[in-house]
């Protein structure tokens, strides 16, 4: 009995130290801050979690190089270049063919003028749906909601409708429209 207590004080020293090693926080995660994440079925076989994070961030902090890549390892990683930031936006399945698509907005560093691509894994590749979208800022964080209205499944088989920005009558606006679904390869690296 007398050794009873040093034996619960050496338990639990050893569960506090075994514990502590496992448990990783926010702070010793450096892409913690940067990482997004979506949930979606994107090889049409399985639901997996797509993964956004920069490849370096031990460099300046301007356009990094991305990865996007599957948790369950169901599609390639995706590397996107010259990113400053890179959001996924869960489209959902657009083309009607069994998997899941998403957007991300490319920013440029300084410019109001970005683009939004549409990704689709087709035939074990990563492709772009339709040509990238070009979207004017303020455009694209209130009128069409942070990118979650830029691009909506179409009543019409084989075509997205679609938001852009453009100007005209010289002012800026926003055309609703529909456009072909076509995939396109994605330029090495962007």
Same mark, same amino acid.
């Given at each position: 009995m007398k050794r009873l207590p040093l034996f619960l004080i050496? $338990?639990?020293?050893?569960?506090?130290? #075994?514990?502590?090693?496992?448990?990783?926080?926010?702070?010793?995660?450096? $892409?913690?801050?940067?990482?997004?994440?979506?949930i979606g079925n994107f090889d049409g076989n399985n639901?997996?979690? $797509?993964?956004?994070?920069?490849?370096?961030?031990?460099?300046?902090?301007?356009?990094?190089? *991305?990865?996007?890549?599957?948790?369950s390892n169901t599609v390639d990683t995706l590397i996107l270049s010259q990113r400053y930031t890179v959001r996924l936006i869960k489209e959902g399945d657009l083309d009607g063919n069994g998997t899941d698509e998403f957007g991300v907005r490319r920013e440029a560093e300084a410019g109001? *003028?970005?683009?939004?691509?549409?990704?689709?894994?087709?035939? #074990?590749?990563?492709?772009? $749906?339709?040509?990238?979208? *070009?979207?004017? #800022?303020?455009?694209?964080?209130t009128d069409l909601n942070k990118g979650v209205d830029v691009v909506e499944r179409a009543n019409q088989s084989g075509y997205v409708t679609v938001r852009f920005s453009d100007i005209r009558n010289d002012d800026f606006c926003i055309v609703d429209t529909l456009i072909s679904i076509a995939t396109h390869s994605i330029i090495s690296q962007e």
């Open positions: 050496s $338990l639990a020293l050893l569960y506090a130290i #075994g514990c502590k090693s496992k448990h990783h926080s926010r702070e010793s995660d450096s $892409l913690a801050q940067y990482r997004d994440t979506i639901i997996d979690t $797509l993964i956004a994070e920069p490849i370096d961030t031990t460099i300046d902090r301007s356009l990094w190089v *991305w990865r996007i890549y599957s948790k109001t *003028w970005d683009n939004y691509c549409l990704y689709t894994y087709d035939n #074990g590749e990563w492709k772009y $749906l339709i040509e990238p979208i *070009w979207t004017y #800022g303020d455009h694209f964080y």
